[in-house]
Structures are given as structure tokens and as C-alpha cells.
């Protein structure tokens, strides 16, 4: 390998190190971090990085695409530097390596063909676009090329990669190491895809918000409407901690008796929210007054659990799918989502809880104490049953 192909190289995987580090920073804050502001490459319905990261499709094998990202520009960096670090006893592993232009050649173009089927993903199925991750793609294809040998064939370099992994998982020493490293590889990715650790996002879309409910609900309030706690929850449709904060609380609303929890909109989107002045969770307020305008026809449950499981971006994809469920009347859905008086009462409910001194999603009051931010399900059954909550007996 030349020296400027080296730098050169050295440069892009640098790039790719930046710019999947930042994708990491703009995945924890949209899965984990609920007072997180919109990123910068949040800026409209369609260029929405935060909403990419919020989907299950940001993931594989419960582990981040961006954090796949790092593993494999680190990787690069090493192989550029593969014959020096060899010299090293901590590192002597390394001379397995016999060429690494080609493990580099070869990586960077599947890793271009899986940005490829990504980039599709993005279009045609999310309808959203990420520009950092369109940016990592082209990165990708950049390795690729520059590490590309002219005087090989792509077979031949490929094959190449191949003889060489042979040969060294051939010594003994290597091939133990090589079984041990893909053993604890193999656990950790069995531990990640199983407790989803670091994906809520899919955690929560295996939990079904519909089915069989052991309380009774009306509109907005889910429980028994006399029972002596009460846990107002203020929330948000594109607040991923909001979806698994929903989830807890559907979960206690299926176990304890004497509760029930009255559901309020807080959307963080500028266009209906005066704490913001621009940007913040855009399409919020319109999911909101879809919602308001369903709980008039005696469907707000349905639509909730509908937004939080699909997000719609548009006022176009939210009527595709609620035409699925025949018993709404779409057409007077859409005019009282978009009338004076659902416009009004949306208006209201920002203006109790910011009122109440409430400033991000979710929050939770329970009988007069707030709590900001996604309480652990365990954690609010415990705090319910200290204030009298019962455990449902079983039938």
C-alpha cells in the first residue's frame, strides 16, 4: 500500500470514526436522554436524523448501527498499521494480516453494499432521511475505491482475504483465540439482542400496547375513574422514552388495583408549544390533535398506541393509517383534527402543564409529587403499592 493511499485512507476512516461517534451521540439522546433537544440534522418530517435513530431499524442484532459503524473504522485504522503494531508482543496477533488493502478493499465494500440496502430502507420503507448516515455510505464506498488494487481483480482480492483468514486460523494459537473471541462475541450479541439493553426502541415495539386489558379505559383515562391514586402523564408522540414510559404504566395498570392514570399532550414541537421557538418533536402537534379529534368518535385509544407505534411524519401517512380501521370516520377525523376547536383544546392542555411548571416529556405526576423522565417499571409499582395500590388477584 502506498503512503498517500495510507493517508489518505487514515483520513476517511477518521471521517467515519467523527461522524459515527456523533450518530451514537444522536441515538442516546433520542432513545435515552428524554430533555434532549432536536439534533442539528433534525429539520424537517423527511431530514430527521432523531427520528431514524428512534426506529428499530437503527439497530442489529441489538447493537447500534452506529456503534457497527466504530467497530469497523477502528478496524481500518489497524489494518493500516497492521506490519508496525505486529512488531509489538501485545500485538503480534497482527501478522496474520498478510494484506491488509485487501481485508480494507473488501470490508469497505460491504460495508457499502450494506449502506446500500440501508439507504433504501431510509426511502422507501422509514421515508425519512439521515445526512450524517448518507454521509458514513459514502465514506464506505471512499475505503473501498482508494483501497481498491488496480493490478487485482475484486475476485481475486476477495479470495485473497479469504486464503489468508485460512491460513491463519491454521496455528493453533490463532484459531484458539479466533473460536474464543467469536464465543464472547456470540454471548454478547445473544445478551444485547435478548434484553435489548441498548435498543428500547425495540423493546418496545415487542410489547403490544392492544389486546386484552384487565382495566377498563375512557378516552384518555385507563383505570377505574374513583380510584384514589391517580397518575396524570404528560407525554409526547415522538418521545421515545414516552413509548416505554407507556408501556410501564400499561404494565401497572394490568397488575394493581386503585389506580388510574389520566394521559395529557405535551407535545415539544414550536408549532403549537410556546416554550419552544422552533424545531422540537415536529409532527407532535398534529398527532395530538388527531388524537383529540379521535377520542370524539371513541378512538382514542386505537389512535394512540397507533402514533406511538408508527410515528407518523405526515398528515398523509397518519390517514393511511387509520383508513386500516373502518369504524373511524376518516373524513370527519381529518376536519376536527384541523378545526378551531381541537386546535383549542390542544392549546388548553400545553397551557395546564406548562402551568404546572412541566417542560419535557414524559412526566409523570402521582398524587401531587412530579417525576421528569422515564421511572423503571419496577420503581413506579413499588412507589403505587406504598400509596395503597393492590396486586390484582389472578382469575
Not at 473460536?179 to 450479541?189: E, H, K, Q, T
Amino acid at each position: 500500500m502506498s503512503k498517500f493511499n495510507k493517508i489518505v485512507i487514515f483520513i476517511f476512516a477518521l471521517i467515519g470514526i467523527c461522524l459515527s461517534a456523533h450518530l451514537c451521540k444522536i441515538y442516546y439522546d433520542a432513545n435515552f436522554n428524554p430533555y434532549a433537544l432536536a439534533s442539528f440534522c433534525s429539520v424537517s418530517d423527511f431530514v430527521d436524523c432523531d427520528g431514524v435513530a428512534k426506529t428499530t431499524y437503527s439497530q442489529f442484532l441489538g447493537i447500534p448501527l452506529c456503534l457497527w459503524g466504530l467497530f469497523f473504522y477502528l478496524f481500518v485504522m489497524l489494518m493500516l498499521f497492521a506490519d508496525k503494531l505486529a512488531k509489538f508482543k501485545l500485538f503480534k496477533f497482527m501478522e496474520v494480516f498478510k494484506n491488509p488493502q485487501s481485508y480494507i478493499f473488501c470490508l469497505g465494500l460491504l460495508a457499502f453494499c450494506i449502506s446500500a440496502c440501508l439507504a433504501g430502507i431510509l426511502l422507501f420503507e422509514i421515508h425519512k432521511i439521515c445526512v450524517l448516515c448518507i454521509a458514513t455510505y459514502l465514506v464506505d464506498l471512499a475505503l473501498a475505491i482508494i483501497a481498491k488494487d488496480l493490478s487485482k481483480s475484486p475476485v481475486f482480492e476477495i479470495k485473497q482475504s479469504v486464503s489468508d483468514f485460512i491460513d491463519a486460523i491454521k496455528i493453533k494459537k490463532y484459531l484458539i483465540a479466533f473460536i474464543s473471541v467469536v464465543v464472547v462475541f456470540a454471548g454478547v450479541l445473544t445478551y444485547t439482542t435478548v434484553s435489548n439493553v441498548l435498543t428500547p426502541q425495540v423493546k418496545a415495539m415487542k410489547v403490544k400496547f392492544s389486546g386484552d386489558k384487565k382495566y377498563q379505559t375512557d378516552g384518555n383515562i385507563m383505570g377505574n375513574p374513583d380510584a384514589k391514586i391517580t397518575v396524570h402523564e404528560y407525554f409526547d408522540y415522538n418521545c421515545a422514552s414516552c413509548f416505554m414510559l407507556g408501556i410501564s404504566l400499561e404494565r401497572v395498570m394490568d397488575e394493581l388495583d386503585g389506580v388510574r392514570i389520566i394521559q395529557h399532550n405535551m407535545p415539544l414541537d414550536s408549532e403549537c408549544n410556546p416554550l419552544l421557538k422552533s424545531g422540537g418533536h415536529q409532527g407532535s402537534c398534529r398527532m395530538a390533535r388527531y388524537a383529540l379529534a379521535a377520542k370524539k368518535q371513541g378512538h382514542f385509544r386505537e389512535v394512540h398506541e397507533i402514533f406511538f407505534d408508527k410515528t407518523p411524519a405526515t398528515e398523509e401517512e397518519i390517514l393511511q393509517l387509520l383508513k386500516q380501521d373502518r369504524t373511524i370516520d376518516i373524513k370527519q377525523l381529518q376536519e376536527d383534527a384541523n378545526s378551531d376547536e381541537i386546535k383549542s383544546e390542544l392549546k388548553q392542555e400545553i397551557e395546564e402543564a406548562i402551568n404546572k411548571e412541566i417542560e419535557a416529556t414524559p412526566t409523570i405526576i402521582i398524587n401531587m409529587e412530579k417525576i421528569t423522565g422515564n421511572l423503571p417499571y419496577y420503581d413506579m409499582k413499588e412507589k403505587l403499592m406504598k400509596l395503597g395500590a393492590t396486586e390484582k388477584k389472578n382469575d
